[in-house]
């Protein structure tokens, strides 16, 4: 069995050693460029850029991270395999220092500046509306 070594090169077509030294944490901003199959059968790249919220299981075969970014003002997030061949490339856009390994209070304090801004335009509306 010593000798029966498995050779990950030959069994994907992702750069495993070049995903491996992506050194990118909670926090950091990334644009992911993920293969989209069209109606057509064409595939095409589409570019995912946000705050990662989690990194979860190291460096293993599993490796996944979270991607958190608002579209109008809705909260969209996706969660990558990172070692998927889906995944053309990943570019670290911005590094950041964050205390926790997993940033999920995000979620409500994105709630909690919508919020705001919705009472904010309510109040507004209504005295044009009294006006």
């Known amino acids: 069995m010593a000798g029966n070594k498995i050779d990950i090169k030959k069994l994907t077509s992702v750069d495993v050693e070049e ?3 992506l050194n990118f944490s909670a926090g950091d901003t ?3 460029w993920s293969k989209i199959l069209d109606e057509k059968g064409k595939t095409r790249l589409q570019a995912f850029e946000g705050i990662v919220l989690a990194r979860k299981h190291g460096q293993e075969i599993g490796a996944t991270f979270t991607v958190r970014k608002v579209t109008s003002g809705i909260g ?5 395999p990172l070692y998927s061949p889906a995944i053309d490339k990943i ?4 590094k950041s220092r964050a205390r926790k390994s997993k ?3 995000v979620r409500e304090k994105a709630v909690r500046d919508v919020r705001r801004k ?10 044009e509306v009294k006006n």
């Open 19 to 21: 995903r491996k030294k």
């Open 30 to 32: 990334l644009r992911v």
């Open 76 to 80: 969209v997030e996706r969660i990558f």
């Open 91 to 94: 570019e670290i856009t911005k």
């Open 103 to 105: 940033l999920y209070y």
């Open 118 to 127: 919705l009472r904010s335009v309510t109040l507004e509306e209504e005295e």
